[in-house]
T-cell receptor
């Protein structure tokens, strides 16, 4: 069973609207959680990195939150743009080893 | 541009063959990671090297092997290729071997096995 589960699998939103993506993980002990954006056919690009003590982190219109107690994270996209259409991947690293656990991603489609 | 260079961009080969994928990390990055992404699948971690030494191993098949050279570039060797090996292979690099450094991904090598 994957240690990182993302939801929804995909979503469609209208340009200018907001949306929130979810990431639940079971990786323990926990080191950090990263969100990446992957455009079709390209390599993922880092959006945010959060360690155990951080609750929220922003990168422009992207805001990530982390609740390490419930092992949940969310990525909020504000005022979506067509260029936000991509797959968003949640990656969790444990503190016992160097392996990264990847979620399957949420595919976001922004329509005009 | 992430600064990570992967070659070739595309590779088409037949079953049973052997191929080598190459990755040049960002200048100054000591860690190199290899990932496999099959069609509509998530990224699967294969292996990580740090400064020439293997640091972590994921779901890498025995038919696959990798190494990191003294100049820090890395190669992923895939042998006895099967149809199911068709995928995008990504290389990523990071400054150190620690867990918090962000990964910088190349744009991948698309391997098609026919």
């Amino acid at each position: 069973k994957n240690q990182v589960e993302q939801s929804p699998q995909s979503l469609i939103i209208l340009e200018g609207k907001n949306c929130t993506l979810q990431c639940n993980y079971t990786v323990s002990p926990f080191s950090n959680l990263k969100w990446y954006k992957q455009d079709t056919g390209r390599g993922p690009v880092s959006l945010t990195i959060m360690t155990f003590s951080e609750n929220t982190k922003s990168n422009g219109r992207y805001t990530a939150t982390l609740d390490a107690d419930t092992k949940q994270s969310s990525l909020h996209i504000t005022a979506s743009q067509l260029s936000d259409s991509a797959s968003y991947i949640c990656v969790v690293t444990g503190s016992n080893d160097y392996k990264l656990s990847f979620g399957a991603g949420t595919t976001v489609t922004v329509r005009a | 541009d992430s600064g990570v260079t992967q070659t070739p961009k595309h590779l088409i080969t037949a079953t049973g063959q052997r191929v080598t994928l190459r990755c040049s990390p960002r200048s100054g990055d000591l860690s190199v990671y290899w990932y496999q992404q099959s069609l509509d699948q998530g990224l699967q971690f294969l292996i990580q090297y740090y400064n020439g030494e293997e640091r972590a191993k994921g779901n890498i098949l025995e038919r696959f092997s990798a190494q990191q050279f003294p100049d820090l570039h890395s190669e992923l060797n895939l042998s006895s290729l099967e149809l199911g090996d068709s995928a995008l292979y990504f290389c990523a690099s990071s400054v150190g071997g620690d867990r918090t450094s962000p990964l910088h991904f190349g744009n991948g090598t698309r391997l098609t096995v026919t």
